[in-house]
């Protein structure tokens, strides 16, 4: 029987990201590539739901709007099977991806977080475009570099700098100079400041 892997499944406000302040339901999926020592989601604790159970779940909220996200969904071997009837019942669905899998056409808005602590692994780039780029800075030579590498390869409408969080701090300091640095000679910003507003509005 078709089973997900779910770490949580709940309703609240888009928090980050272009689509800031935006009413969706968050399905987070079990299991993760890549292990960012700054992580702040727990993508090994799950229950196992069938098909039907999460479609159940889904029909409870009131939002029309779904972000799947883990973890890393790209991972997810049935996903499509998921997304069919979500997309049949009119949901807008969004992704959260570290960008090292192919997203799923049936995705209407994606959002990647390439990976600065693993750059040799985006050596090859699966995913080519998007519709926003975050990365998580970090003071580092190669930083810059790997950004503009990213922006050459991945070809999205907007790109951001997120600032890191370790134990509650944000090296805000370090992500403002480093946008200064990937924004230098344009005439306009392409790289603009990503907050986590939620960890900031105690929202979920
Ligand atoms: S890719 Fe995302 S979910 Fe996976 S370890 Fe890194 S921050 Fe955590």
Redesign the pocket.
Known sequence: MLEFRIVEIFESLQGEGYNTGMPAIFIRLAG?????C????N?RQYTRFTLDQLLDKVKQYKSKNIIIT???PTLVKDLSKLLLPLKQAGYFIAIES?GLGKVDALIDYIAL?P?FCYQSRYQKIVQSIANEVKIVAENHPDFISFCQYIEQNIQAKRYYLSPCERNGEFNMHDTIILLGQINQNRIENKWLLNIQTHKFANIE
């Open positions: 993760c590539n890549l292990n960012c700054w992580c702040d989601t993508f883990g973890g890393e570290n977080s990976k």
